[in-house]
């Protein structure tokens, strides 16, 4: 995602790269580097101790520990990082919590922020974040991160570490859009690639035979803790404990309501009351039953319940078991309407700040939709 103005413009951000010790230009000018030169980028100022030169002359030499502020398109900024002994100043500062994500923030009018500099905020410790850029609308900033009095409407790209918490930081920042990690911490790129080709390479492994899921992907873990890509803690804090405990509940009911002999009550109800009025009608009763379930408890426990209704249908009206089947697997899978339906429906309800309402709006139309068409189908096809 990149970031954009309201007139669609990119938007033009101000941020601080320290030259190291590897760095191949120092001794050299800024002319010798290309410093100069760079497409959609500006050298806006150079600090070396507390001397601030603005404008650059091209024949300034390089010195090691120097600070450049580079104005422009921050993806163009970000790609600087591939420029050996050019790191963004704020990487060592986000370092020390081990970011795990870019945001785009902007200042509130009501921040606690307004009108003091950023270095006087003790921002890293505040807010569990480091300060990677600047924007400022209509405004070409020339200090230091550090330096700059923070204002209403200033955009701020943060490295977030995982103690941030978006919910104790609404009154001082509007969070705009999460960024791509990898314009900023190289490293993240290719810790994706080695995930992604120990995922495949399970895959193969379980395709083959070799070892069984929980074998295959259980060791994929532990290599991507062994290879540092992940923490037993990170681990930790992405077990949905909740979706676990509330699947294994619903099973639970699933088996008492089958037991208790409500499953035959709920065949015998069907079919006096809308077997008479024709065998689509019946069909439509299944679904409506089969899908009313599976939006409080998981599909599975829905079909195991429902599938032994559809089968006494079956056997009562002499019809097949199967097209009967396929309505209770389908029913029950189509879970839009509640986020207790099904475990995705979980997992996104609270990362994605959806209410209940938000799945009855869509969820209930998807409803409609599926339960038609597939209540047709499987009648035109099969009866």
Same mark, same amino acid.
């Given at each position: ?194 995930? &992604?080709? $120990?995922?495949?390479?399970?895959? =193969? +492994?379980?395709? #083959?035979? %070799?070892? *069984? /899921? ?98 006494? &249908?079956? $056997?009562?009206?002499?019809?097949? =078991? +199967?097209?009967? #089947?396929? %309505?209770? *697997? /389908? ?53």
């Amino acid at each position: 995602m990149k970031p954009h103005d309201e007139e669609g413009a990119m938007r033009e951000y101000l941020c601080e790269f320290k030259v190291g010790s590897d760095y191949p230009y120092i001794g050299k000018t800024l002319k010798q580097a290309k410093l100069r030169k760079l497409e959609g980028v500006f050298l806006a100022s150079l600090f070396r101790g507390s001397e601030q030169f603005t404008p650059v002359p091209s024949s300034m030499v390089i010195k090691e520990d120097d600070i450049l502020l580079f104005s422009g398109d921050i993806t163009r900024i970000s790609s600087l990082q591939k420029t050996k002994g050019l790191k963004i100043a704020a990487h060592e500062e986000a370092g020390q919590f081990q970011y795990m994500k870019v945001i785009e923030a902007a200042v509130t009018p009501r921040s606690s922020l307004l009108f003091r500099k950023v270095k006087e905020t003790d921002f890293r410790s505040n807010y569990h974040a480091a300060i990677l850029a600047v924007h400022r609308h209509g405004k070409h900033l020339q200090s230091k991160i550090g330096d700059i009095v923070l204002k209403p409407g200033d955009i701020l790209l943060l490295a977030v570490g995982k103690e941030f918490k978006k919910e104790t930081s609404r009154i001082d920042f509007y969070f705009l859009s999460q960024l791509d990690d990898s314009l900023f911490d190289p490293s993240i790129r290719k810790k994706g690639w080695t995930s &992604l080709f $120990l995922l495949g390479f399970m895959a =193969l +492994l379980v395709i #083959a035979d %070799i070892l *069984s /899921i929980i074998e295959a992907y259980g060791t994929a873990v532990l290599l991507l803790c062994l290879l540092k890509i992940i923490s037993i803690n990170e681990i930790k804090s992405f077990i949905q404990w909740n979706v676990l405990v509330l699947i294994a509940s619903s099973f639970g009911i699933g088996a008492a309501l089958a037991n208790s002999g409500l499953a035959e009550f709920i065949a015998h109800f069907i079919l006096n009351t809308f077997a008479p009025l024709g065998l689509f009608t019946m069909i439509l009763a299944l679904y409506l039953f089969t899908n009313l379930l599976t939006e409080f408890i998981t599909n599975n426990a829905a079909a195991v319940i429902m599938f032994p209704i559809a089968y006494k &249908l079956s $056997l009562i009206q002499e019809i097949p =078991l +199967l097209p009967l #089947a396929m %309505i209770v *697997s /389908i029913a029950a899978s189509a879970s839009f309407a509640t986020p207790i339906g099904y475990q995705t429906n979980l997992i996104v309800y609270g990362p994605g700040g959806y209410s209940f309402k938000d799945f009855l709006k869509i969820g209930i139309p998807l409803n409609l939709i599926v339960m038609a068409v597939a209540v047709s189908a499987v009648y035109f096809v099969w009866f």
